[in-house]
């Protein structure tokens, strides 16, 4: 093993692109395996496949300091597994990539001398490691995992919209190692990379690392959906407002304020297919997860909230134009996968509303998935002109910054719909407003009208 050592990232997806430029803008020596060429194409011409903060200056550094994607697998030290786990139909994940990858490297492996390291990043379902991975780059390789190869179960938590910051100063390391050399080995690179600010470490086996991985983003959908619920009551509770409820529970230390938003309910490439993922697996082991259950049925229900109030305020939406600010899952990504605005918009449409839609960065993705079935409008001023009501789906900042004078310049009804809570309902006198969790005699008292 060189030092410090070479590395190669397998599949040059989300995870896959962060972790590569992460990685050689600290100066490591970074090859990644990508099988599509038009993204290797892409990605070495110095244009993100995707949008990320960051992402486009860090690919121009790593590019500088040698960093290359490639259809053929380069020689390294350490070989990080980053492909996707879509899910099945049946919740599952299908483990397509990993089997593929796994075969690639094993392969490639073959005639290689010392020792190696392989390190599974991708999210997969507890066993994968060992039970998938390892049978399969061992027979192609026609080396032992554990003598001639080491392999460790090391998950990864980035969040999108800020996942450099979080490739670059992560809270914890989960080190699922089959023995331990192998922990060593990763440990000293991550020792190489952090420096003095090495994160938490902790070193388990494979199996604990990847439950680790699923229980974290169960445990966090559930925080969301608690709140959501408790949403839901504010609502109907006279002078109730859950943004108070949340940060009086957010200052107990044993709770914490982190993931006490409520809002239309959780999406994005992870959390859904992850918890469908830990559902098939605790049916598969025949143990319940009423807990589970009950964070995705809340979920399910929790957009259509939004769809009732516009009802409320509005009566029949039937032709009625419908404006909808923010398309993307969360703020500071072009990420429409499993968007709740989509199912909201589903159900307008479904409704007979005309919705025109405007996004800082995903009208792209959004278009592909809605094709002409809404209007696109290219700015917020746009998509609430003539508007009957206007329902802010997506914090973005600068929705914020739409003041009392824009909706009442453009709008034609003077309705506001405030999925995420980015209004001072106080500032907005004179308008017709409802927010997730706040009761609207509240609502009526803050505007003054009895
Ligand atoms: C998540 C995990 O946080 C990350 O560690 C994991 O590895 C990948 O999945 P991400 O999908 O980027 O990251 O989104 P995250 O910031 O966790 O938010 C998930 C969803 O919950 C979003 O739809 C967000 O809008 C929603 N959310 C989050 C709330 O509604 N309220 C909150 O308080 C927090």
Redesign the pocket.
């Known amino acids: 093993m060189t030092n410090p050592p070479s590395i190669t990232i397998m599949g040059l997806g989300y995870v896959g692109l962060c972790t590569a430029v992460s990685f050689a803008s600290k100066g490591f020596r970074v090859s990644g395996y990508e099988i599509d060429e038009g993204k290797v194409e892409q990605i070495n011409s110095g244009k993100a496949t995707f949008f990320e903060p960051q992402l486009d200056t860090l690919l121009e550094r790593s590019l500088r300091n040698g960093f290359v994607a490639s259809r053929k697998i380069m020689p390294a030290d350490i070989y990080f597994i980053t492909v996707g786990t879509p899910s099945k139909a049946d919740g599952g994940i299908d483990l397509k990539y990993v089997r593929s990858a796994s075969h690639d490297l094993g392969r490639s492996l073959r005639n290689s001398d010392g020792c190696r390291l392989v390190v599974m990043k991708s999210t997969v379902t507890p066993g994968t490691t060992e039970k998938v991975a390892a049978p399969i780059i061992q027979a192609e390789s026609g080396k032992a995992v554990g003598k001639d190869l080491g392999l460790v179960a090391n998950p990864?938590?980035?969040?999108?919209?800020s996942a450099i910051e979080d490739s670059l100063k992560p809270d914890r390391l989960i080190i699922g190692e089959m023995e331990r050399k192998s922990g060593d080995t990763l440990l000293n690179f991550y020792g190489t990379l952090y420096r003095n600010r090495m994160p938490e470490v902790l070193r388990t086996t494979p199996v604990n690392a990847e439950l680790i991985?699923y229980a974290?983003?169960a445990f966090?959908?559930t925080k969301?959906s608690f709140?959501n619920m408790i949403a839901n009551l504010c609502q109907k509770v006279p002078g109730a407002d859950v943004e108070v409820v949340a940060r009086g529970i957010g200052v107990d230390n044993r709770i914490g304020m982190?993931?006490?938003?409520?809002?239309p309910?959780?999406?994005?490439?992870?959390?859904p297919k992850?918890l469908r993922a830990l559902k098939t697996a605790f049916s598969e082991s025949g143990v319940e997860a009423p807990i589970l259950d009950a964070t995705m049925e809340v979920n399910e229900s929790q957009p259509f909230r939004l769809v009732e109030a516009a009802k409320e305020l509005l009566g029949d939406l039937k032709g009625k134009r419908v404006a909808v600010l923010g398309l993307s899952?969360?703020p500071d990504?072009d990420d429409v996968r499993e968007a709740?605005s989509l199912r909201v918009i589903g159900a307008l449409l479904d409704e007979g509303a005309k919705v025109s839609a405007y996004d800082p960065a995903a009208m792209e993705n959004a278009r592909k998935v809605l094709g002409g079935k809404i209007a696109y409008a290219s700015s917020s001023v746009e998509a609430i002109k003539d508007a009957d009501c206007c329902i802010i789906m997506t914090e973005w900042s600068e929705f914020g910054k739409l003041g009392p004078e824009d909706f009442r310049s453009n709008m034609k009804n003077l309705v506001v719909i405030d999925g995420r809570r980015v209004y001072d309902p106080s500032k907005l006198s004179g308008m017709r407003y409802a927010a997730i969790g706040l009761n609207r005699t509240q609502e009526t008292r803050i505007l003054g009208g009895g």
Do not use: H, Q, Y
């Open positions: 990864e938590f980035l969040r999108e919209g991985k974290n983003n966090l959908a969301v709140i982190a993931f006490l938003r409520a809002g309910g959780w999406g994005g490439s992870c959390w992850d899952f969360k990504t709740v």
